[in-house]
């Protein structure tokens, strides 16, 4: 049976939050009183369903439903986890949350996507203050990772701990905030930015496209993989942050920014602003733009995945939690995935290198499958594929989720030979593999027969995809 997350306030962050949870396999009830709740929410579920499960190379858990409901007590009876994402006002918020403990389980993980409040304030007079937390995402909340865990001081232990467990088995990273502060962590540090980017329009001393520029082409690049710290550690050379420190401090005092002061937020600098963004981004739509940011954060978390690094090591670990053991069909299905945005060649569909990646990701598992897993390449022998004959039967678009069936032709002492079979999700095939393989020692590089426990197995499951191929060739004389 599959655990239902209750979202109050279905906007772009509530919105995202459904999506992050169906597609993980909950089912998700929704509650927002604007008549285009539904409307708004179906369009970011479809940016959703499009763009993460690219991020994984392990089938994502069956989708959960969406369902909306008429009252905050019809959407949270029964949830495990409540996520209230109403507009920023602490009246709204605290009857919002009287409403929800006055039926909800008492287990139940309450959270607040807010960044303007303190736990501290949506607890006061709660009848269970010790259930509610903020769990503040960032937007689009189904690809980026991060959520800043804020229990406060009224928040149970055992709360905190089931929250941190439900946000990362979602594929989320709980930043623990400990002690509760105005706009937590990272918006300070957006604040700060924009502060300072206010004052730079309007001095004229730089367009709002020239701003952007100078993050997206500069240091936002270094921060999306090593943060702020770190960045400045390797900026300090080979005597590290201390050099850093010495180098550096002393601009801390010289007049390099304005963050200490506001510009007054009058019509003609929100004007200014506006006019100058309509021209720098205004010829694309909320949605194309929206497409744009993901695409590109799919291209820059996978890139991240693929050096174990920052943001893309923890989708590494959940993808691996993922993954499950192939069984004993016949065929295998040894790969279920959705085609990612940077598999793309210049004709939009699927680049014809990425089909070798995807019959070695088949083959690899299983090797796997049959023992000669990391475990026993660590220990010094593997498969090396000696031989491919691909063919292409039909385009594979970006986004299309597809499977490949494998089937295991000959087995016998160094010699491994597979038939891939890639198919669209409804079955069309897609192209083939014909694929032989030696055994080898990574020590010598040289062939060599595999350990017994291994060869047994892939002898065993060739007998077995012989038989079933037998069976088929009379059946289909028959």
Not at 87 to 116: N, R
Not at 411 to 417: M, N, S
Request: proline share 5%; charged share 25%; net charge negative.
């Amino acid at each position: 049976m599959k655990q239902v997350a209750a979202i109050i306030g279905g906007g772009v962050i509530g919105g995202g939050w459904a999506a992050r949870f169906a597609l993980m396999g909950w089912e998700v009830r929704v509650f927002d009183p604007d008549p285009e709740a539904q409307r708004k929410i179906g369009a970011v579920m479809e940016n959703a369903t499009r763009t993460l499960p690219m991020l994984y190379e392990n089938p994502m858990p069956t989708p959960g439903g969406i369902s909306y409901h008429g009252s905050v007590a019809d959407a949270v009876a029964g949830a495990v986890w409540v996520q209230e994402s109403v507009p920023e006002k602490s009246g709204l918020k605290l009857q919002v949350f009287k409403e929800i403990q006055d039926i909800c389980d008492v287990d139940a993980v309450l959270a607040s996507s807010t960044s303007g409040f303190k736990p501290s304030e949506l607890q006061a007079g709660a009848a269970r203050p010790g259930q509610i937390v903020v769990a503040h995402p960032f937007n689009p909340v189904y690809l980026l990772p991060l959520v800043e865990l804020v229990p406060g001081p009224a928040a149970a232990p055992e709360t905190i701990d089931r929250a941190k467990a439900i946000l990362t088995r979602i594929g989320m990273y709980p930043l623990h905030v400990r002690a509760e502060i105005d706009a937590h962590i990272a918006d300070r540090f957006l604040e700060a930015v924009w502060r300072e980017a206010l004052w730079l329009v309007k001095d004229g001393l730089a367009t709002t496209e020239e701003i952007d520029n100078a993050i997206r082409y500069g240091f936002g690049l270094r921060w999306a993989q090593m943060g702020l710290f770190e960045t400045y550690r390797v900026a300090g050379g080979e005597a590290g942050m201390r050099h850093f420190m010495a180098q550096f401090g002393p601009c801390l005092s010289w007049p390099w920014t304005r963050l200490t002061d506001v510009p007054d937020f009058t019509p003609a600098l929100v004007d200014l602003i506006a006019e100058q963004s309509d021209a720098q981004s205004g010829q694309s739509t909320i949605r194309e733009l929206e497409r744009l940011r993901d695409n590109n954060l799919v291209a820059i978390l996978r890139a991240l995945k693929g050096q174990e690094a920052a943001a893309g090591r923890l989708i590494l670990d959940h993808d691996a939690g993922l993954r499950r053991p192939l069984g004993d069909g016949v065929p295998l299905v040894a790969v279920r995935r959705t085609v990612p945005v940077d598999w793309a060649d210049v004709n939009g569909h699927m680049n014809e290198g990425r089909y070798g990646q995807v019959f070695s990701d088949a083959s690899e598992a299983l090797m796997a499958h049959v023992g000669a897993d990391r475990a026993y390449i660590d220990a010094g022998m593997s498969y090396f594929t000696a031989e491919t004959n691909m063919k292409y039967l039909a385009e594979t678009l970006v986004g299309e989720s597809f499977y490949v069936e494998t089937r295991v032709m000959f087995g016998e002492g160094k010699k491994l030979r597979l038939w891939h079979e890639m198919k669209r999700a409804d079955g069309t095939l897609l192209a083939t593999c014909d694929q032989f393989l030696l055994h080898v020692s990574l020590e010598t590089r040289r062939s060599c027969a595999p350990l017994p426990e291994v060869a047994e197995a892939v002898e065993r499951l060739a007998a077995v995809h012989r038989e079933s191929a037998h069976a088929k060739k009379e059946t289909d004389h028959g």
